[in-house]
C-alpha cells in the first residue's frame, strides 16, 4: 500500500484496530520503541490523520493507540479569541511519545518503589487494559448476549485459562500467571507506602475529586469503596465502620481527615 493509498483512503476505528504489526510497520513514516512497546506512526489523512499505534510482542494494543481526532479542539485565548489547536504533524508527535511515555510501562517499572497514588493508577490501568492485549483472548463482556452467543462462549473459554485481572480468558497459562506476579508486585509496591501520610492524602484527595465529594450523598462511601470491597452502613455512618472494613492504619486514618479538609477548602469557591 503506497503513502497515497493509507493517505486517501476512508478508514474507519475497527480497520485501524485490525492492522497487524507487520502492515504497520510497511505503512509507518518512523518506528520508535517506548517502554518496550513499538509506536508505528502513520498518516491515514482524513479524520484520524498523523497517528501513533502500539505493539507489544506482536500483538496491537490499539486501545493505547492515539489519534489526531483526539487533539482537535478549539483554543480559547485571553483576549477572548480562539483557534485551532495545533495539529501539525511535528505538535502531535511530541504529544505521542509524552503521552505514550506516561501510560505505558516497562515490567521493572511496575514493580518499582511508587512515588505517588496517581502513578498506581496508571500502573493499574495499564496492566488491566493495556498489558492483557499482548495474547489471544476471549472477553467475559458481551451486551444481551443471545443463547446461541453463551453457548459459543461457553464452547470456546472450556478449556481455556481466566484471567481476573483481565477479565478474559487466554491459552497462555503462563502469561495468565505473569500477569498476576505483575499486579501482585504493583500492589506490593503500594503496601510499602503504609506509613506515606503525603501518599494517602494525595490517594484520598484524588479519589474525592473523582466521586465528587462535596455534592455525592455518599461521598464517604463511595471514595473510600476505590481502596478495597466495603458495606454500606448508611447516611450518618462513622467513618470509622469503613477504615475499619480497610484496616487502615492511624497514618491513612489521619491523611483521609486532612484530605477531607483539603478537599472543602480547594472547592469552598466553586
Known amino acids: 500500500m503506497t503513502r497515497t493509498d493509507i493517505t486517501t483512503r476512508t478508514w474507519d476505528i475497527k480497520q485501524i484496530e485490525a492492522i497487524t504489526e507487520p502492515e504497520a510497520r510497511e505503512m509507518a513514516l518512523e518506528h520508535l520503541t517506548i517502554k518496550d512497546h ?10 484520524f490523520g498523523y497517528s501513533a499505534l502500539v505493539f507489544a510482542e506482536g500483538h496491537h494494543i490499539h486501545y493505547a493507540n ?25 505538535t502531535l508527535r511530541e504529544k505521542y511519545i509524552s503521552g505514550l511515555s506516561n501510560k505505558l510501562f516497562t515490567e521493572e517499572e511496575i514493580a518499582a518503589p511508587l512515588k505517588e497514588y496517581g502513578e498506581f493508577t496508571r500502573k493499574m490501568h495499564y496492566l ?17 448476549p443471545t443463547e446461541q452467543q453463551e453457548q459459543d462462549f ?4 472450556s478449556s481455556m485459562i481466566y484471567d481476573p485481572y483481565a477479565f478474559a480468558y487466554y491459552d497462555d497459562a503462563a502469561f495468565v500467571n505473569h500477569h498476576a506476579e505483575l499486579v501482585d508486585a504493583l500492589y506490593t509496591a503500594e503496601a510499602a507506602m503504609q ?14 475529586y473523582n466521586h465528587e465529594y462535596g455534592i455525592n450523598w455518599q461521598a ?3 471514595t473510600l469503596s476505590a481502596f478495597g470491597n466495603v458495606r454500606w452502613l448508611g447516611e450518618d455512618a462513622d467513618l470509622t465502620g469503613y477504615f475499619d472494613q480497610l484496616n487502615f492504619n492511624d497514618v491513612q486514618c489521619k491523611a483521609y481527615i486532612t484530605a477531607r479538609r483539603r478537599y472543602y ?4 469557591n466553586w
Open 38 to 47: 513499538d509506536v508505528y506512526f502513520v498518516d491515514f489523512g482524513g479524520y
Open 128 to 144: 488491566h487494559n493495556y498489558y492483557s492485549m499482548r495474547r489471544d483472548y476471549v472477553t467475559i463482556f458481551c451486551i444481551n
Open 66 to 90: 492515539d489519534y489526531k481526532c483526539h487533539h482537535c479542539y478549539t483554543v480559547y485565548e485571553d483576549d477572548g479569541t480562539t483557534h485551532p489547536s495545533d495539529t501539525s504533524s511535528e
Open 195 to 208: 506509613e506515606s501520610a503525603e501518599y494517602w492524602e494525595g490517594a484520598f484527595l484524588h479519589e474525592m
Open 154 to 157: 461457553k464452547r470456546k473459554t
Open 220 to 222: 464517604d462511601y463511595d
Open 265 to 268: 477548602k480547594e472547592t469552598e
